[in-house]
């Protein structure tokens, strides 16, 4: 007989809770194998494409297009055995499926496989076992429909069990604000669907009622120059992140304007060699290959305060960060080991991680543990700015553009190609001293290419 999965959003990179599903490549009816790509998702980090974990038949969609479920809950129901030959299924362990990889020897190689290993921590729905199983009765027999003709299927944020039985729904960063402002749940209605508790809910409650609105103007362009999109996805899960760097670091940003002649000009006579010939060289690269050197002169800027250990983490490795804007948003893969790299190598692997950016498909696994990040402001014409600090790192430079502009050599103004550097740094780590001996590094090293042999 058929035997039916449902397979459950899983956590594409530490930390993830939630995500948008952007694109269905299956529809019901559809036959699929392991690791054919199932759906595109958009978390608060990148989209990801994620692999279908068993061989069988799409029998429904659960979830349609746009909208966003959390981590655990089912999107799609698979038949693995449509021709109803196969042997039982194994056993399942706390509503979860075992995966297909370790039950029929393959191995998963994409990101987003399967649910994780181990208990699973799948919440409760309301009016529901706190344990149901994941495997479901046969639905009706599958037909070719579109996605909108499937209901959406989204569990409710954790419910948590008030005194007099009653089950308020928010989202743990609700109840975290709640608890913070003093607010008691069980005495609030829930405005988002499904009866959900928001932070607007919670704020309101401290303001009392809202004052009736005044009667909007009509004319004949009300509502036509406005557009509103809502806060999601990489845009949401930056904002968060810059503003829990800004209020949490004590920034503090140097300049310095460098001439970079003599850069431009090793540039220059390096695209003309056979080693860069098919590489594409910017000053990016030069850029990067500086602040790697730099950082081992002072390591204090490639460190991390762990506020919960009481510890500054010293890292003998640069995860070099590289802000890139994308159509998704702002987002900062890293190129790992830059440190180990040459500066053939370190141009290459920028050329690629640009790529996968604009495409929007780098992976959310290649956007962790970063250790300092360089910020180009200069591709946009922008001399320089004031970065704000990646969570998690102790410094953040930006590079600016790169101009002919008038400056003294040898007491005589002449024509020579000028930059800005700007560096951002946490205070708690790094002192004054050392913010300004590593930003002078750098331009010492843009300046003069030659001094890196003495490093």
Known sequence: MPQFKQFPLPDTAEGLTEAEILTWH?????????????????????????????????????????????????????????????????????????????????????????????????????????AASVAVAPPPAPVAAPVAAAPAVVAPPAPVTAPGGYVPLAKPPVRKLAKDLGVDLAGLTGSGPGGVITREDVEQALTGPAPAAPAAVVGPD???????????????????????????????????????????ELRARLKGTAQFRDVKLTPLAFAAKAVVLAARRTPDVNATWDAAAGEIVYKDYVHLGIAAATPRGLVVPKVRDADRMSLRELALALDDLAT??????????????????????????????????????????????????????????????????????????VDGQQGSQFLADVGALLADPGVALTY
């Open 356 to 429: 996968v950016a604009r495409n929007g498909k780098t992976a959310p696994s290649d956007m962790l543990n970063g250790t300092i990040t360089i910020t180009n402001v200069g591709v946009f014409g922008v001399d320089t700015g004031t970065p704000i600090i990646n969570p998690g790192e102790s410094a953040i430079l930006a590079f600016g553009a790169i101009r002919d502009m008038p400056w003294v050599v040898d007491g005589q103004v002449v024509p020579r190609k000028v930059c800005q550097l700007a560096l951002s740094f946490d205070h708690r780590v």
């Open 222 to 264: 009300a509502g036509s120059r406005e557009r509103r999109v809502p806060i999601k996805g990489v845009r949401k899960a930056t904002a968060q992140a810059m503003v829990d760097s800004a209020f949490t670091a004590p920034h503090v940003t140097e300049f310095l304007t460098v001439d970079v002649t003599p850069m431009m």
């Open 26 to 130: 299956v529809r019901p009816g559809d036959a699929v194998k392991v690791n054919d790509i199932i759906v595109e998702i958009e978390t608060a980090k990148a989209a990801v494409e994620l692999p279908c974990p068993w061989d069988g038949v799409v029998t429904e969609l659960l979830v349609e297009v746009g909208q966003t479920v959390e981590v655990g809950v089912p999107i799609i129901t698979i038949d693995v055995d449509p021709t109803g030959t196969a042997a039982p299924a194994a056993p399942e362990t706390n509503g979860v499926a075992a995966k297909p990889a370790e039950a029929e020897g393959r191995v998963a190689n994409l990101v987003g496989y399967g649910p994780k290993s181990g208990p699973a921590k799948r919440r409760a729905r309301r009016d529901a076992p706190a």
